[in-house]
């Protein structure tokens, strides 16, 4: 029912920016990010309502990362900045299964829609 792609990932210096570009096919619903380190649980990262008019970010993440959506070209980004070697990982575009303007999720359980994942790495 619904496609996800991401793009934009990549290599980038501890401090430098990067910005992941998702790209869906379909009618889709609250949209979020998540990211996987091997061995380590799928961890939410960002989310965004149907509108757009709610956010939702990790703590972890918060002040440094932007998630936005144009709905209109139904692509969802998410501008990364004041990159850290923590925030290595594969990142994940996902999509709501419910259908309306809920607050985002950040529980990968309420997403079954998933991209392949781009692989973002900083380096120190």
């Known amino acids: 029912q619904v496609q996800l792609v991401e793009s934009g990932g990549g290599l980038v210096q501890a401090g430098g920016s990067l910005r992941l570009s998702c790209a869906a096919s379909?009618?889709?619903?609250?949209m979020g990010w998540f990211r996987q380190t091997t061995g380590n649980e799928r961890e939410f990262v960002a989310g965004?309502?149907?509108?757009?008019?709610?956010?939702n970010y990790a703590g972890s993440v918060k002040g440094r990362f932007t998630i936005s959506r144009d709905n209109f070209r139904n692509i969802v980004e998410l501008e990364m900045n004041s990159l850290k070697p923590e925030d290595t990982a594969v990142y994940y575009c996902?999509?709501?299964?419910?259908?309306?303007?809920?607050?985002?999720?950040?529980?990968?359980?309420?997403?079954?829609?998933w991209g392949q994942g781009t692989q973002v790495t900083v380096s120190s």
């Open positions: 996902a999509a709501e299964t419910r259908d309306g303007n809920y607050d985002p999720s950040s529980s990968p359980w309420e997403y079954g829609y």
């Open positions: 379909g009618r889709t619903s609250g």
């Open positions: 965004i309502s149907r509108s757009g008019g709610n956010l």
